[in-house]
């Protein structure tokens, strides 16, 4: 029996950042990963890496690039010719991109002596664990303490189950060889919305079915309101309140019946993107006398510090509750390893950003303003639009705004939402001043370097107290 300090199941962004930060504190430890490439080598980095946020990001790279020199390169007095498209040629780009960023968290773990067992893991009592290799003999291994990083997958839906051609998931819409003329896609959440873009730039027509009533739900009303608005100017064939009823695979493509506010409705489309969430991936993780308890919903249950119900045993990621975000998971992932070593650790779930990698762009971070009405919070808000922006008229991406929300008594930052150009790395700047318990007079205060868009976020800081200096305070 083989014996580590720790040993990690799972190696996408919670997993795999659990066991380098583990061995960095001294620990001897162990990754086993089940994720494997078309060829059958090893890939760390679970489905963010794989099939995730790092290949669509390549493809809405190189979807938006191309859309720019179709439609946007002449307003800058920059003429191509005829634009073609090379689909194969972006999909090798991205596959290369995946590749390296993968093989680089191996050279990682060979750097921080971390044992990588490719295979799967399942969790027994005592803290050991059952190692079964994709190739040769189950192993037992034991371990002083255990972090299952299992992730999640794909929820599917029992009307429209997945072929893997005409009906896929996130992984197979990130895979087509050839763009679909007609494109449905289930689901207007983050996934649906990207991948939507990626396709609707390189041709297709997307239609979009949203089962809630509410464009971004999530997100904050006036920022989701603008979303919407852009996306239909972008051609995305938006419906809300639609209610999927079923979906049949024909000679043609897929015929959809879904109802909504008219009634019943039908469909008709080449390719089908089912984006309805996704759900823990704890199917066979768990040994039934391991002593982890799950939820209603097959989460893992965890205290604060992902602490589970069996001794010496954590969990981290999508396969424990709060958001799917992979950066959630590798802070959950570091607070882990360092506690299990004795050290300081600590995950602020107040302040963890979220981002849609559309065009604009959306991020937020903190409450939302119905979120504030709701719990009778006084507050106050500043808004600023990009189309005042000098960088943003110069980069011809001046659709969108900031929104700073703040205490109406202490001035403290309670949220930060913007949609507009960059907004995932402008929204770091919000993150950071809410950790440090900033004010919207510190934004206010902080010299921002003009011309950038980060002075979007100062103008919406200073208009929470109508003293906006390049907009009508209102």
């Not at 690039?65 to 090379?86: C, N, P, Q, W």
């Not at 390296?100 to 990682?108: E, H, N, S, V």
């Not at 409705?265 to 089908?272: C, F, G, N, P, R």
Request: aromatic share 6%; glycine share 12%; hydrophobic share 45%.
């Amino acid at each position: 029996m083989s014996k580590f300090d720790v040993v990690v199941i799972g190696g996408g962004p919670a997993g795999y950042v659990a066991a380098i930060r583990a061995a960095q504190n001294g620990g001897t430890v162990a990754c086993i990963d089940a994720w494997r490439t078309d060829a059958g080598s090893p890939s760390l980095g679970g489905t963010c890496l794989n099939a995730g946020c790092i290949p669509s990001k390549a493809l809405l790279e190189s979807s938006e690039l191309y859309h720019r020199a179709k439609h946007e390169f002449a307003i800058h007095g920059i003429h191509v010719g005829d634009v073609s498209m090379d689909l194969a040629a972006m999909q090798a780009r991205k596959a290369g991109i995946v590749a390296q960023l993968c093989g680089g968290i191996q050279g990682l773990f060979k750097a921080n002596a971390v044992t990588l067992l490719p295979g799967r893991g399942q969790l027994l009592p005592g803290n050991r664990v059952r190692y079964l290799p994709h190739d040769g003999e189950p192993q037992l291994l034991e371990a002083s303490h255990v972090i299952l990083a299992a992730g999640s997958v794909p929820t599917e839906l029992r009307s429209i189950p997945f072929d893997g051609e005409r009906i896929v998931d996130s992984t197979g819409a990130l895979a087509f060889t050839s763009v679909p003329q007609r494109l449905g896609v289930i689901g207007a959440g983050v996934i649906g919305l990207e991948l939507g873009s990626v396709w609707r730039r390189l041709g297709a027509e997307v239609t979009v079915l949203e089962a809630m009533d509410r464009f971004l739900f999530m997100a904050d009303s006036h920022i989701a309101r603008e979303a919407e608005r852009q996306f239909r100017r972008q051609g995305l064939d938006i419906h809300l309140g639609a209610k999927l009823q079923s979906g049949e695979v024909t000679a043609a493509g897929v015929k959809l019946r879904y109802e909504d506010g008219k009634g019943s409705q039908d469909l008709e489309v080449d390719k089908v993107i089912v984006a309805v969430g996704r759900r823990p991936n704890t199917s066979g993780l768990l040994d039934p006398q391991a002593g982890v308890e799950l939820d209603e919903r097959g989460f893992i249950r965890v205290d604060e510090h992902c602490r589970t119900s069996a001794a010496g045993v954590w969990a981290v990621g999508d396969c424990v509750r709060g958001a799917m975000l992979a950066h959630k998971g590798s802070e959950e992932g570091v607070m882990v390893a360092d506690l299990i070593s004795g050290r300081y650790g600590h995950v602020n779930y107040d302040v963890i950003p979220s981002v849609i990698y559309t065009a604009p762009e959306i991020a937020w971070v903190g409450r939302t303003e119905d979120e504030l009405k709701q719990a009778g919070t006084a507050y106050k808000a500043g808004t600023f639009g990009f189309a005042a922006s000098g960088r943003a008229k110069a980069m011809e991406q001046a659709a969108g705004l900031v929104k700073v929300l703040a205490d109406a008594a202490t001035d403290a930052i309670l949220g930060v939402h913007i949609i507009g150009p960059m907004a995932g790395e402008l929204i770091g700047e919000a993150v950071v001043a809410m950790e440090f318990q900033g004010t919207a007079e510190d934004l206010q205060r902080t010299i921002h370097a003009h011309p950038t868009l980060a002075e979007a976020v100062h103008e919406a800081a200073l208009a929470a107290d109508r003293r906006a200096l390049h907009a009508i305070n209102r």
